[in-house]
């Protein structure tokens, strides 16, 4: 009886079929768009906590700690003789004015430790300031100004909160004596952050309160302006030649598969590469933003050519047929008619290459970029380094302060890397032609 009633069981109908597969292509369609949305979500939340971290450590150094101070400008110590010779003025004893100052200004510290003690809470750079001025105003001399005088960064790290107060003196960097002398000061109204230009204006130093992005910024720039006059028509010129004018053969084709692979080479190797022949071969001065162009567009070149090329075959060939049809030459053509419907394209690839050779390291530290550049470089053969290396540096420094300039920094080269993207966007929609 169960094998007749089996037997007699109606087969399923093609529709029921189709509607059980429709369920369960539904539920893993279902399952596809939540794993991709979870790892959208993951994405952006790494990313903002990346960026959280960064602003959190960094936006600190674009503040700086001054100490106002009653600052006498004894002509004794600065120009004794009286001659007001810029000379003179440069050469003066400005740290023993400084000292003066703060002696007066704290009268009841007379030993020779406190004092010392004293001292140090002022920065390295604090005379620098006073030969500044005096040498912009030398009227000021034999007068009495108060001015706002930089502090040491442990004086620094205290006033941004850096500094745990409440842990024992032996376990902090500023002791209890110099907390007393920071809290009269601040009471008094005489101690203050503000703005940080130093970090704008200012080339690297082995102090954190002296040190600045403008030596990195400006061989980044000297960099990046060179490595564009050189990439550009050259990877420009090699697109043309090999989309319009090269013979199809085994040749070309080698090329083709040459410059592709070229765009996935470590960068490292043509740090090697400009080490052994720029720097080797032909004596091009290391540390220089001349040789840090020329490896950094060897690195840019194959981004450039295949995002040309593919702006080259954008272009419709009706475009071709016509200018030709009229009478213009295969050179006229392209240059007339092709190139300008396809430089869009062309400047959107340029301006992403630009964009990764910024942000590079590791070739560049290959060539010497890596060294202690103090000065700011005033040209294409000046020694000097670039921003992503400056951070590099920084980042293995143990103090405190550098590291939230380490953190500013990045977020200085973060956003002329948005910039850059932003452009080639904004490049893009604007001039793109759909056909």
């Known amino acids: 009886m169960n094998n007749h009633s089996a037997d007699s069981a109606p087969p399923k109908r093609t529709i029921d079929v189709v509607n059980a597969s429709l369920k369960r292509r539904y539920a893993s369609e279902r399952r596809f768009r939540l794993m991709g949305v979870t790892a959208v979500a993951l994405g952006l939340l790494f990313v903002a906590l990346l960026f959280t971290d960064i602003i959190a450590k960094g936006y600190t150094a674009f503040q700086q700690t001054y100490i106002k101070l009653p600052v006498t400008f004894e002509a004794s110590l600065i120009d004794p003789e009286g001659s007001r010779t810029p000379e003179t003025l440069a050469r003066a004893n400005y740290l023993g004015v400084l000292r003066n100052s703060l002696r007066a200004h704290f009268p009841e510290v007379s030993g020779r430790r406190d004092q010392r003690a004293l001292y140090q809470m002022l920065s390295v750079g604090a005379p620098q300031q006073l030969r500044d001025q005096v040498l912009a105003n030398p009227d000021i001399i ?165 995002s040309s090329r593919a702006a080259l075959k954008s272009v419709p060939p009706s475009i071709r047929e016509a200018a030709l049809g009229i009478g213009a030459s295969p050179l006229q053509t392209q240059f007339h008619h092709v190139l300008p419907l396809a430089l869009p394209g062309m400047l ?88």
Request: no cysteine; charged share 20%; net charge negative.
């Open 142 to 306: 034999g007068t009495t100004q108060d001015v706002w005088v930089l502090v040491d960064d442990d004086i620094d790290m205290l006033m941004k909160g850096h500094i745990d107060r409440s842990r024992p003196e032996t376990e902090r960097r500023v002791s209890d004596q110099t907390l007393a002398w920071v809290d009269r000061l601040e009471s008094e109204g005489r101690i203050a952050k503000r703005f940080n230009t130093i970090f704008f204006t200012h080339g690297t130093s082995r102090e954190p309160e002296l040190a600045g992005i403008a030596g990195a910024l400006a061989g980044s720039f000297y960099t990046l302006t060179l490595t564009l006059l050189l990439s550009f028509p050259i990877g420009v010129g090699a697109a043309i030649y090999l989309e319009e004018f090269a013979p199809k053969n085994r040749w070309t084709d080698i090329i083709e598969v040459n410059i592709n692979n070229l765009a996935a080479v470590p960068s490292i190797v043509f740090g090697l590469l400009g080490l052994a022949v720029f720097i080797g071969l032909f004596g091009v001065p290391r540390s220089t933003p001349l040789v840090a162009a020329l490896v950094l567009t060897l690195m840019t070149l194959p981004t450039i050519i295949i």
């Open 348 to 435: 959107t690839g340029t301006i992403i290459g630009m964009a990764q050779a910024l942000g590079e390291t590791a070739p560049l530290l290959m060539i010497g970029m890596i060294a202690f550049i103090v000065d700011v470089p005033g040209g294409f053969t000046d020694m000097s380094t670039v921003l992503p290396v400056q951070i590099y540096l920084w980042a293995d420094s143990p103090e405190r302060g550098f590291v939230e300039r380490t953190s500013a920094a990045i977020m200085v080269l973060l956003a002329f890397l948005i910039l850059m993207n932003l452009a080639a966007v904004m490049l893009r929609r604007k001039f793109e032609r759909r056909w």
